[in-house]
């Protein structure tokens, strides 16, 4: 167990659906991170909070949302979903930017 | 962006036998990471090591930022260090930090047989 905790482990929807990803930091990390894995782009940062505020973004589609919370947990909207956003969704966290990266399990979409 | 290339893409060894992975980067960084992808999907930190050489066990890690590349070291290879290998970087912004968002180079693609 990393300390980064991802809820659901899988996830099976249809086109055109939503969902909520949720990550749960390690004790004491203050920076939630998303990336993407695809098999076709491999591993994408999405976007990034600290201490509840956004930091930064990468190329995080319209589409798609996030928030971290007052408890630090982050959760992750998908909307109007589309068969290319099947994935592997990753949070990770980490105390500072300048410091390793904790990974949680993941979560695996698949949209049908 | 920075480019994050990684070499060799397969490696497929011997049980027992030593490694080298190389990360080459396009501009200087402030953060590089050295992550494991197991089988299972699961990504392990090896190291933080945006410069300098670092030792955890059979596994140990050079970053020399001037020439801007990595390696990673792995020797006596066990069947459990197959998986994919990812170094992944983040560029320095205007304050000095990096704001955490990392570019991951596509991976070394490890294979140990027994």
């Known amino acids: 167990d990393s300390g980064v905790t991802q809820t659901p482990k899988h996830l099976i929807t249809a086109t055109g659906q939503r969902v909520t990803l949720r990550c749960s930091p390690r004790s004491g990390d203050l920076s939630v991170y998303w990336y993407q894995q695809s098999l076709d782009q491999g591993l994408q940062f999405l976007i990034q909070?600290?201490?509840?505020?956004?930091?930064a973004k990468g190329n995080i589609l319209e589409r798609f949302s996030a928030q971290q919370f007052p408890d630090l947990h982050s959760e992750l909207n998908l909307s109007s979903l589309e068969l290319g956003d099947s994935a592997l969704y990753f949070c990770?966290?980490?105390?500072?930017?300048?410091?390793?990266?904790?990974f949680g399990s993941g979560t695996r979409l698949t949209v049908v | 962006g920075i480019q994050v290339e990684q070499s060799p893409p397969d490696l497929i060894l011997q049980e027992g036998a030593n490694s080298t992975l190389r990360c080459n980067f396009s501009d200087s960084v402030n953060n590089l990471q050295w992550f494991h992808q197991n089988p299972w999907g699961q990504l392990i930190n090896l190291f933080y090591i945006p410069s300098g050489t670092k030792q955890n066990g059979r596994l140990s890690a050079t970053t020399v930022a001037t020439e801007r590349y990595s390696l990673l070291y792995i020797s006596s290879s066990q069947t459990t260090d197959s998986g994919v290998y990812f170094c992944a970087v983040a560029l320095p912004n205007a304050g000095g930090t990096s704001y955490g968002k990392l570019t991951f180079g596509q991976g070394t693609i490890l294979t140990v047989h027994p």
């Open positions: 990770a966290s980490s105390v500072e930017d300048s410091y390793g990266y904790t």
């Open positions: 909070y600290y201490n509840g505020e956004e930091r």
